[in-house]
């Protein structure tokens, strides 16, 4: 049997070597035509992977003739005296030749490659037939892989533009939609983030849209191209451009396709690798069409039943969850379990670190759809759907206060993974201020405490859970636990700063208002004393006078008198003024403030005094407790 196959090979190579050599014969003759009839066997006799061959034929016919032919296809030339009628045939087999010679990495590098670049632009823009179309890509996609001049060369060009332009029409799958696949994944290289804002965000735009198709649609190798590309895409620095452009994008389609795409990825056996990579796009899309994206209707290959609506949030959030789980070990292990001689672990944990954000920024987003899953028209979940998503959310919190409770051992307080871990619970606890009531008695001061990597103090994990302090607080058994663990000092701190940054324009109403409602809760409790930590409310005593001297807001002056009325029943004027940090110029400031805010009391209540009764309220019932004490509030009260 081996022996016929054997005579078979031998009679292959034999007119293999003939037809080469008879190639080689023509392409070194001295007439354009001989040249041309060599070029011809070329394409009908050498194999595509003979690299040798097709060095040895390149050689022969030199750059100078193919670029004349090249240039007698656009009509720019002829290659011999009155050659110039069959312009589409030399066309065809310019583009033909260049690139199979450019399978040579050596010839795709050259300089006479790399300069042919526009030529090649301008034969697409003239041709849409695919079989020189596709040759016109290939040739482009290798002269691009092997130099960095020749990518430099397809980008400076109009790759952008024209593949923005072009591959809405290509074939889903095909051959031309893979090299133009390719040749976006390499030209992203050269974008940044003033040169997409300025010349490309609607080409890119577009660009996504058909990309969103293939990464739905297809089964194959392409799919997977697709979800690198768009991973790269939204994990780029211009990605937030892009965001803006892709929300004013009619077509609701491509966001269809992606939600199935990701879909498919999330529910199938793939490398975890890709299956975050699903993960960065479901987090993006939350980020341009808002929540309810996750809630749609999934058309999955292969699946003649209609897929659950809910099907895509349950698979983002499983995921999620398993993600957190795996990176948040992962952190902990490089922090305080590798070897620290290890020249890869900062670098590891800033990778991981980065990980964690986009999916703690999924699960937090899935927090806010459940939360509001109610008042969202459209967006409805069954009890079934309702009952996994909250199990799957209460999981991953608690995987993250495990994390938390692990750098408190080891005496971490700094980090923005730890000040993340601070605001996804934060943002749960908001919803669900009774979850997890052990842990986060045990955990609350040291959350209090966390500050991110550019913070001097803590102040950013006060904020975050600002939210769920004002609600705990409501009751005594918050309060005594945010008095106990000494986490009122941090609320204290919290709205100072908070305060300063309003002196100075800097708005964050929301956070004020929860502060001084934390605070307010605190003080009315007659149960909680703070009598050895007198400095603390000085000082914010102090915040609050400033503040009110220079604001007409009706709002902020009586959540300030408010507090200011509940802080002097635990005090005495002389008290205050015989504090080393006390001035009788702050006295006076807070002697108008309380007098302002008694004087909106009456007949005459403006809409806004109206509004904040219940503060008034607060302050003429303290006032008539306190009021023997402090004789120079009661003199600016009477003037």
């Not at 003739?65 to 065809?92: C, H, I, P, W």
């Not at 954000?357 to 999924?362: G, H």
Request: with cysteine; net charge negative.
């Amino acid at each position: 049997m081996e022996e016929p196959q054997l005579l078979q090979q031998q009679e292959e190579e034999q007119s293999q070597s003939v037809s080469l050599q008879d190639c080689l014969k023509l392409l070194k003759g001295e007439q354009d035509e001989q040249r041309l009839a060599g070029l011809l066997l070329v394409t009908k006799s050498c194999k595509s992977d003979d690299l040798v061959s097709l060095r040895a034929i390149y050689d022969a016919v030199g750059p100078h003739f193919l670029d004349r032919l090249l240039r007698t296809g656009l009509g720019k030339g002829v290659v011999s005296s009155g050659s110039g009628e069959n312009r589409d045939a030399y066309l065809q087999l310019s583009v033909s030749v260049l690139s199979a010679f450019c399978r040579v990495s050596e010839i795709a590098s050259s300089k006479e490659m790399v300069s042919k670049v526009p030529m090649i632009f301008e034969v697409m823009s003239m041709k849409s037939g695919m079989p020189v179309l596709e040759e016109c890509y290939e040739f482009l996609y290798l002269v691009s892989t092997a130099s960095e001049d020749g990518l430099t060369a397809v980008y400076e060009s109009g790759g952008i533009k024209l593949l923005a332009h072009q591959m809405s029409a290509l074939p889903d799958g095909s051959r031309l939609m893979e090299l133009a696949t390719k040749l976006v994944q390499l030209m992203l290289k050269k974008l940044s983030q003033g040169i997409v804002e300025n010349d490309h965000l609607s080409e890119l735009s577009v660009i996504v849209t058909k990309i969103a198709r293939q990464f739905a649609l297809l089964q194959n190798a392409l799919k997977f191209e697709a979800l690198h590309l768009l991973s790269a895409i939204f994990s780029s620095e211009y990605s937030t451009l892009l965001h803006d452009a892709l929300r004013v994008i009619q077509n609701e389609n491509w966001s269809n396709h992606m939600r199935d795409g990701v879909a498919t990825i999330l529910q199938n056996r793939v490398a975890p690798a890709e299956k975050f990579e699903a993960l960065i796009l479901a987090e993006s899309m939350v980020s341009i069409k808002g929540e309810g994206w996750l809630i749609g209707q999934i058309n999955l290959p292969n699946v003649q039943d209609p897929t659950p609506a809910d099907r895509c949030l349950l698979l983002v959030l499983e995921s999620s969850r398993v993600e957190v789980a795996v990176l948040l070990n992962e952190l902990a292990y490089s922090k305080y379990e590798a070897s620290k001689s290890s020249s890869s672990t900062a670098e590891t944990i800033i990778s991981k670190q980065q990980k964690v954000t986009v999916v703690f920024s999924l699960v937090e987003k899935i927090i806010k759809l459940i939360s509001n899953i109610g008042e969202t028209e459209g967006h409805v979940l069954d009890e079934n759907t309702f009952i996994k998503a909250i199990n799957g959310l209460n999981e991953t919190i608690g995987v993250v206060l495990e994390y938390l409770q692990d750098a408190k051992e080891h005496g971490q307080k700094v980090g923005n993974d730890l000040l993340a871990s601070v605001r996804l619970v934060g943002s749960y606890l908001a919803e669900a201020p009774v979850a997890c009531e052990d842990k986060i008695t045990e955990l609350l001061g040291y959350m209090l405490s966390v500050e991110g990597e550019h913070e001097s103090s803590p102040f950013y994990s006060v904020c975050f859970l600002l939210p769920m302090l004002c609600q705990k607080t409501m009751k005594i058994e918050g309060c005594k636990l945010l008095a106990s663990s000494g986490g009122y000092k941090a609320v204290v701190d919290c709205l100072m700063k908070l305060i300063e940054q309003n002196r100075n324009e800097v708005e964050n109403n929301g956070c004020i208002f929860l502060a001084c409602d934390t605070i307010m809760n605190l003080l009315k409790m007659e149960q909680i004393t703070f009598s050895e930590d007198e400095s603390t409310f000085i000082s914010l005593l102090k915040a609050l006078a400033l503040w009110t001297e220079k604001t007409n807001d009706q709002s902020f002056i009586m959540l300030a008198s408010s507090i200011c009325t509940l802080i002097f029943d635990m005090t005495s004027e002389n008290a205050l003024l015989n504090h080393p940090s006390f001035s009788s110029s702050c006295l006076d400031s807070l002697s108008r403030l309380i007098a302002r805010s008694l004087a909106s009391w009456g007949q005459d209540m403006s809409d806004a005094a109206k509004a904040d009764m219940d503060l008034l309220e607060i302050v003429t019932a303290g006032y008539s407790r306190w009021a023997d004490r402090f004789p120079q509030i009661q003199k600016a009260v009477g003037r």
